[in-house]
């Protein structure tokens, strides 16, 4: 991930309507990316995963993209509902390292 | 009860004391990690551990140390605080050959 300050980029999106938030990696090694969702208060959980043999994969009302050539990945939700408000992070990994590096995060505020 | 516990979860002390985070897990696993968690700088990674006999050094070791008592415990040590080390601290665990990272509820430590 890269580092953008102090200051966490945040994307406002109306109830209902589909948000798309981005990550960049920096390790051309990376072959294992995954998003996490951090609600206030709390540690990070686990929303999906994809390795760079795909560039795309769906999970429930959440779709992520992988563009390996500007090492670029995206984090789509659907139907975006309140309950999604929370800061998102990606992390990367080369496979055998387990070694997993955060992004700085997205915060995701859902406007009713 | 959290499969992810972390002790204290507030701790309030002062410059050159030595203070210890534990992190105790219920799931099994036998990859644990330490993250710190800075506004606007997402997690980055202190050390990680396969095993009771595998440590590791990850992005931001400087500073700390760490012990694998066992394969459910893994605690983090600052021999002599500083007040740059204020900050959030999260203990997770990683199922084998995923990157699902459990993550505890986290450790606030303030260095006064």
């Known amino acids: 991930g890269e580092s953008v300050g102090l200051h966490l980029p945040t994307l406002s999106v109306q109830e209902g309507d589909n948000s798309i938030i981005n990550c960049a990696y920096s390790?051309?090694?990376?072959?294992?990316f995954i998003w996490y969702k951090q609600e206030s208060g709390k540690g990070p959980q686990f929303i999906i995963d994809?390795?760079?043999?795909?560039d795309k994969r769906q999970g429930q009302r959440v779709t992520v993209l992988l563009n390996k050539t500007v090492k670029h990945l995206s984090l789509q939700i659907a139907a975006t509902q309140p309950g999604d408000s929370a800061v998102y992070f990606c992390?990367?990994?080369?496979?055998?390292?387990?070694?997993?590096?955060f992004g700085t995060g997205t915060r995701l505020k859902v406007l009713a | 009860d959290a499969d992810v516990t972390q002790t204290p979860r507030n701790r309030i002390t002062k410059t050159g004391k030595r203070i210890m985070l534990e992190c105790s897990q219920t799931k099994g696993h036998d990859r644990m990690y330490w993250y710190r968690q800075d506004p606007g700088l997402g997690l980055r990674l202190i050390y990680y551990s396969f095993d009771v006999k595998d440590i590791n050094k990850g992005e931001i070791s400087d500073g700390y140390s760490v012990s694998r008592q066992a394969q459910a415990k893994f605690s983090l040590s600052l021999e002599s605080a500083i007040p740059n080390q204020t900050a959030l601290y999260f203990c997770?665990?990683?199922?084998?050959?995923?990157?699902?990272?459990?993550f505890g509820e986290g450790s606030r430590l303030t260095v006064l």
């Open positions: 992390a990367d990994c080369t496979s055998g390292t387990y070694k997993y590096i």
């Open positions: 997770a665990t990683s199922k084998p050959n995923t990157g699902e990272l459990f």
């Open positions: 390790n051309s090694a990376s072959d294992y």
């Open positions: 994809i390795r760079s043999n795909m």
